[in-house]
């Protein structure tokens, strides 16, 4: 009842803001209102307790600034949509190295002074109690692209920012044969190591400097640590390459590097390919291989497994419209337990009940939305309607939806959000 009698500054940001008792996107629970489904549940990451189990994909904006640093688009966009109360926001990928940019909009977090500029955006969210992890990667065979809002497939050359020469994969594959994909130099394990410890540097920066609350690996998608899992793209016979226990050894050893950097009880995610949606290619990714994978992680201190698919091999086939990944994600549960979370990605919007059943039954334990939530920042108050389901919104928001504020204290009083 307090915060309706007195408004406190919030301290995150030197700026007025008011500061809410709970994060928007807490379920509330009232004495006339039906179970309140897992989905609006909290969920414990490591040491963070999400406020529900409804999180926003890492999508590419490609409008970096001067530097690869993220300017005031960056805040408005994420601000607006983490403010509305998702369990987790995750901002796209940043590269850690200039060469692993997919395009040259690109954030990067190579350096402390992108770091420092992240800043803004993760200290916008604390103040509304809102968490923020950071997605961290390299594009490796497919840097150096236009921006996707230009081309789909196309190379950005020295003239507009581009990189084309310096481009660099596992093995020197171009991704799609005669495309308009660069082919890679192959790295030499020097330039394996060195990119280990950009990793690693990467998430110290985004942990010590920036203040993000959890860091996800991009392992997936054909990019750098995607092709160097799959024999599609990894040729190698030096200990990258060859046998499965090589292929991932890349990976391996930027966990390791990167849980180095950070403490014991912070969240690391990975997302990584469950297939490569090609099962006729016996060189391809498959589920199996995820399974076996997905073990080994959780064993080395992953926290949660970000399920996807596709992207590195060019025979894949469509993977559907509706929950299409799912499937996948319901197998990795099975195979790793309680030993991890697993978060599942890629049409989840379309049917919201369905989702949530999905969370309900333990499918999965997390729902990571994409383009949904560009078109509806407001996602997870809709989410909630359509289960019956009142949540608090922000406190600049709630008075016009809970006008009379007599009435806003009495509901209040006869309940209570749902923090456990």
């Known amino acids: 009842m307090s915060r309706f009698t007195q408004v406190t500054d919030s301290e995150c940001v030197d700026y007025f803001l008011p500061e809410p008792e709970f994060a928007a996107g807490t379920a509330i629970r009232q004495e006339d209102s039906d179970k309140i489904p897992k989905i609006f549940k909290p969920l414990n990451l490591k040491k963070l307790s999400l406020h529900n189990r409804i999180g926003v994909s890492p999508m590419c904006m490609y409008s970096a600034g001067p530097n690869n640093e993220p300017t005031p688009f960056h805040l408005i966009h994420y601000g607006s949509i983490s403010m509305r109360g998702p369990g987790l926001t995750i901002v796209e990928t940043a590269s850690v190295s200039p060469e ?3 395009s040259p909009q690109d954030l990067g977090i190579w350096t402390d002074d992108q770091a420092k500029k992240l800043k803004d955006i993760v200290e916008f969210a604390h103040a ?3 968490l923020m992890a950071i997605q961290i990667g390299h594009a490796g065979r497919k840097a ?3 921006a996707m809002y230009l081309h789909l497939e196309q190379i950005a050359d020295k003239s507009i920012g581009g990189w084309p020469e310096d481009v660099v994969a596992p093995s020197a594959i171009q991704f799609r044969p005669n495309g308009n994909y660069m082919v890679p130099k192959e790295l030499t394990k020097t330039e394996i190591k060195r990119i280990i410890k950009d990793f690693g540097l990467a998430a110290k920066r985004a942990v010590n400097i920036s203040g993000f609350d959890a860091i996800e690996i991009h392992g997936a998608h054909g990019y750098l640590i995607s092709s160097f899992l799959s024999s599609v793209s990894n040729k190698r016979n030096d200990e990258y390459g060859g046998s499965f226990e090589n292929r991932i050894r890349f990976l391996i050893e930027i966990i390791d590097e990167i ?3 950070i403490s014991a009880d912070f969240p690391l995610l990975l997302r990584f390919n469950a297939s490569e949606n090609a099962e006729d290619d016996p060189l391809s990714w498959k589920i199996n291989d995820s399974i076996k994978l997905a073990k080994i992680v959780v064993s080395k201190g992953v926290d949660m497994l970000d399920i996807s698919s596709g992207g590195n091999n060019y025979k894949q086939k469509s993977r559907g419209k509706i929950a299409f990944h799912a499937t996948f994600a319901k197998e990795i549960k099975k195979a790793v337990g309680d030993t991890a979370l697993v978060a599942c990605v890629g049409g989840l919007s379309h049917d919201l009940k369905s989702t949530s059943d999905m969370v309900e039954n333990g499918d999965f334990d997390f729902a990571l939305i994409g383009r949904e939530f560009l078109k509806n920042p ?3 108050q809709s989410f909630a ?11 600049q928001y709630e008075w016009g939806f809970y006008p009379n504020k007599s009435s806003i204290i009495e509901l209040m009083e006869k309940s209570k959000c749902v923090t456990e």
């Open 259 to 261: 849980k180095s950097q």
């Open 128 to 130: 509304q109690k809102q």
């Open 385 to 395: 309607d359509s289960l019956n389901v009142r949540v608090s919104f922000p406190l």
């Open 144 to 146: 150096s692209g236009l």
């Open 100 to 102: 692993g940019r997919l």
């Open 378 to 380: 407001g996602l997870i």
